[in-house]
């Protein structure tokens, strides 16, 4: 098959977030099953398109909002108001459709469209749609969008989430209806859309890197606990919040913690033995310094990738539920607990273990194998329907409308882990 996979930011040659990780696990797998992918997206400024294919960029754009000012996010606003879409989807209409159309048009004959994620696509679903297309939902958006209106500390924070939960809502069902096949990375988010499209969703396993590498050698642990991520990401920043305000307090003051990536407004923490460190050069030898890892998302959707890569790397950890979202088989050295007391004892007892010599590490590459056979033979069925009619659905019925609301609400919880804060305070 000859198809273009389109997103935001395309598929880069050092994968650092999340979003690049799972971008280039789809292209692998595609490419590993021997078809020809044509790649259409924006390049994130430092970042290198990876190599060994047919790349089209739209242009360079940096689109997280911490690196970016005042008069750039008002812009995105303007836009996204102008044109009645999300601002993720307003931050990509630097370009036209007949820029895209015309893009299309050189890049045919394709056998279909791999739609990667809301933004690019959604911000031009029209032209898009016009022919197959397979969707890709990293997230339920809508759904982590209205988490995050749920949360946010200030009026305007909270007016601006519930305004980007009402479009990601109606860009979504577009985009997934009229899809051949929905490809998610958890079970919750494939039941997240409705059930008029959950027939056509499936579940995809995801690898952090096609080619498993070798462990380092074992250097004795720099910190008791090490976390790293993208705490500029709401649902990120729920998780770490919660860690350092409901487990931190509860370890021991001789414990080390060590904290890597950017933190904007950095709260006040009295645990002495937790440093914030910023960017660091090497997010895998950063992973690799800590003899336990917190797994600690309390909301959003969607797979953790940062859970994945401490399996294939074989370190110990302690995870929440919602830290587990789309993984089925979970490795021996790895505890599970919801409670900030016995997470914190969980933490204490492996560090324990670590210091008394049993680092408690296991190889990864059984889990790293199971999860690519599973990766291949997801993207080979999804493919398969390109061949099959896509059933549009009708008009909802207004009591529809609200059974399929309920089932939204009850999958969203779901997949927070049925994260409800003590006090009676939802999500």
Sequence with gaps: MHLVFVSSLVP??????????????????????????????????????????????????????????AATKLRWLAKACLHRTTLSSAKMLEISSDHVEALLKRLQPFDGIVLNSVQLPGAFASVFQKHKTIYVAHNVEAGS????????????????????????????RRL???????????????????????????????????????????????????????????????????FLSRVVPLLPADMSIGIAGQLPDAPAISHPGVRLLGRVPDARAFVESGAVLPLISRGGTGVQLKTIEIFELGMPSVATRASLRGIDALP??????????EFANLLIEKVAQVRSGDRQRLSGSVFHQAQKNKLLATLEEGLSRFSQPVVTPGPVSPRDE?????????????SYGLAVHEGGKSR
């Design 12 to 69: 880069v040659e050092n994968p650092s977030s999340g979003f690049d990780i799972a971008n280039r696990a789809v292209l692998d797998g595609l490419r590993a099953l021997g078809h020809r992918v044509s790649v259409i997206g924006y390049l994130q400024p430092g970042q290198t398109a990876a190599s060994g294919g047919d790349v089209h960029l739209l242009g360079e754009i940096e689109v997280t909002n911490a690196k970016v000012g």
């Design 145 to 172: 969008a209205r988490e995050n209106a749920a949360t946010a500390s200030s009026l305007l924070g909270r007016w601006l989430f519930k305004r980007e939960a009402h479009y990601l809502e109606q860009l979504e």
């Design 176 to 242: 997934t209806q009229a899809a051949s096949a929905i490809w998610t990375f958890a079970e919750a988010d494939r039941l997240g859309f409705g059930h008029a499209v959950s027939s056509r969703a499936t579940v995809l396993p995801l690898v952090t890197r096609w080619n498993l590498a070798q462990s380092s050698a074992e250097k004795p642990p720099e910190y008791d606990l090490a976390l790293i991520g993208t705490w500029s990401w709401q649902p990120n920043r729920i998780g770490l919040d919660w």
């Design 332 to 341: 021996g050295n790895c505890a599970v607990s919801d409670e900030p007391a």
């Design 402 to 414: 609200l059974r399929v609301s309920a089932m939204k609400t009850r999958t969203v919880s779901a």
